[in-house]
T-cell receptor, first 108, second 117 residues
Framework: EIVMTQSPATLSVSPGERATLSCRASQSVSSNLAWYQQKPGQAPRLLIYDASTRATGIPATFSGSGSGTEFTLTISSLQSEDFAVYYC??????????FGQGTKLEIK | QVQLQESGPGLVKPSETLSLTCTVSGVSVSSENYYWSWIRQPPGKGLEWIANIYFTGRTNYKPSLKSRVTISLDTSKNQFSLKLRSLTAADTAVYYCVSGAYYFDDWGQGRLITVSS
């Protein structure tokens, strides 16, 4: 089973600034990586798939990059609604598909 | 747009079996190339993929749960279901039904299942 490790666990950023979240895989997952956003009491929402493709309706302020074992989610110019928990997920080697433990993006 | 809604008991006793159903609207569960999945999230923790089923009925399970889990399709009701046996407190979680095999596009709202006597 591939282990996904996200860093940092908590990221404090001011509104209007840029946030950079990292995700590392225990072995190569090629570009088979997705990112999700989860707000309290809600189901996760797909943001990015195939490492860099935005899902339907996701604004261009969200961008993904990376391949192999190192991935980044960048959120430019943070808005109040962007503060949430973010998860990465690999689907290169499944079953099982595996998720990172999450990064909580909080207001500084 | 695919919509999913979980249903089932909110409280289950240890050692018993959990039965959850997901009602799908907007697409047939037997539509070609669709996978249907269950994912769970313990309170305050991360996401865990449990199982999926293909429109053909082919199934995949998380190896560590495989001995306790069954996923199935009911095309007549446009639903898919999860059974999880021999429950313990560690199975307490929000259970989501989801569309997708690789990445997960559409999610149900989630159903909190508490395992307690």
């Amino acid at each position: 089973e591939i282990v996904m490790t996200q860093s940092p666990a908590t990221l404090s950023v001011s509104p209007g600034e840029r946030a950079t979240l990292s995700c590392r895989a225990s072995q190569s997952v090629s570009s088979n990586l997705a990112w999700y956003q989860q707000k309290p009491g809600q189901a996760p929402r797909l943001l990015i798939y195939d490492a860099s493709t935005r899902a339907t309706g996701i604004p261009a302020t969200f961008s993904g990059s990376g391949s192999g074992t190192e991935f980044t989610l960048t959120i430019s110019s943070l808005q109040s609604e962007d503060f949430a928990v973010y998860y990465c997920q690999q689907y290169n080697n499944w079953p099982p598909s595996t998720f990172g433990q999450g990064t909580k993006l909080e207001i500084k | 747009q695919v919509q999913l809604q979980e249903s089932g008991p909110g409280l289950v006793k240890p050692s018993e079996t959990l039965s959850l159903t997901c009602t799908v609207s907007g697409v047939s569960v037997s539509s070609e190339n669709y996978y249907w999945s269950w994912i769970r999230q313990p309170p305050g923790k991360g996401l865990e993929w449990i199982a999926n089923i293909y429109f053909t009925g082919r199934t995949n399970y998380k190896p560590s749960l495989k001995s306790r889990v069954t996923i199935s399709l009911d095309t007549s009701k446009n639903q898919f279901s999860l059974k999880l046996r021999s429950l313990t407190a560690a199975d307490t979680a929000v259970y989501y039904c989801v569309s997708g095999a690789y990445y997960f596009d559409d999610w149900g709202q989630g159903r909190l299942i508490t395992v307690s006597s």
